[in-house]
């Protein structure tokens, strides 16, 4: 009775020590985390580089990365639950905002803090002005997404209206954009790397300007999860934070030719040499944000750029829908240099 006691005893203990230990911090096991972004792009190599050189593992996540294509898409993979962080423009979060939302969407850590996109041309313009665009057919972004909001920004920098002195085409889906200019459509086209470059290699294009010289600092795309999501697992999202911290961090430290050879599984078509000058084309232009936390003034920007462009029904602080705590944290725990 004694032996048949204690091994009951024993088979409970057993049973009961794995559920026990997975609600405890620290036991070895993964905390899955389902990250949709918002396209695949050079332009979120920090992204990259974290999950290949195993800076979220070592904070103890499983992330899980799927593209969702287009930020109306990414923002209702976030909002019904299929993800639990969007990377995206910030201003999706503020289009949720100002749609009234009871479980607003905040964001916590930015990747890139400048436009992405080129202004890619058929011919060589050496010695461009802006100027030249007026009356050209322009192959633009989505209405209402980042890349054309800064895009329209700098235009009318240039005293350049893209309802009048243009004709502005923007009823092709993001992805396709690439393609249809390739066949054809548009004289100019604004594209991410590192297509600007693989076209620039097949002839097909050329590089001749930079929206995210010519429209200032922005938290551009952004880490980002609803408010319900990071009360219930702050801890995930300081962790996750962390990662993505130290990955700004190599890519900052590390050359363009390392960086490419890191990301270069997630870029399988593309050779090399094209990640490797798409890497050192946003480096050069300071598109890689160096910290994850969220400027004020660059979030201002970035109502200015909504305000020029029509989309901003009121202007939001910064405080209301970005949380830079994570942040502040993530930069004080970081080794020194």
């Not at 590390?254 to 870029?267: C, G, L, M, N, R």
């Amino acid at each position: 009775m004694w032996n048949k006691r204690h091994a009951l005893s024993w088979i409970a203990l057993i049973l009961f020590l794995p559920a026990f230990l997975g609600g405890c911090g620290g036991d070895g096991q993964s905390h899955k985390v389902k990250v949709g972004e918002v396209t695949r792009s050079v332009f979120y190599a920090p992204q990259y580089v974290a999950l290949e050189k195993g800076f979220f593992e070592e904070e103890g996540l499983d992330v899980e990365l799927q593209t969702t294509a287009g930020g109306d898409k990414t923002m209702t993979a976030l909002l019904s639950g299929a993800i639990d962080v969007a990377l995206v423009g910030a201003e999706t979060s503020i289009y949720v905002y100002q749609q009234g939302a009871e479980d607003p969407v905040i964001n916590f850590a930015q990747l890139t803090q400048t436009d992405g996109t080129f202004l890619v041309s058929r011919e060589q313009i050496d010695d461009f002005d802006w100027a030249q665009l007026r009356g050209a057919v322009f192959l633009g972004q989505r209405k209402g997404g980042m890349p054309q909001m800064a895009g329209e920004f700098t235009l009318h920098k240039y005293g350049i209206d893209p309802e009048y002195d243009l004709e502005l085409i923007q009823n092709i889906d993001f992805a396709n954009i690439a393609a249809a200019y390739a066949s054809g459509t548009g004289q100019f086209v604004q594209l991410f790397e590192p297509q600007a470059s693989i076209f620039e290699r097949e002839g097909k294009g050329h590089v001749i300007a930079s929206f995210g010289t010519e429209s200032g600092r922005l938290p551009y795309t952004v880490f980002m999860t609803k408010q319900s999501y990071m009360n219930k697992n702050d801890e995930v999202v300081q962790k996750f934070t962390n990662a993505i911290h130290k990955a700004q961090s190599w890519v900052q430290e590390h050359s363009p030719a390392d960086t490419a050879s890191v990301i270069s599984p997630y870029f399988k078509d593309t050779d090399l040499d094209i990640l490797e000058s798409s890497v050192k084309r946003y480096l050069e232009q300071g598109s890689y944000a160096e910290s994850p936390e969220i400027a004020e003034e660059a979030w201002n920007n970035l109502l200015d750029v909504m305000e020029g462009a029509g989309e901003l029904k009121e202007r939001v602080s910064v405080d209301k829908l970005a949380d830079n705590k994570y942040a502040k944290s993530a930069i004080k725990s970081a080794p020194s240099p």
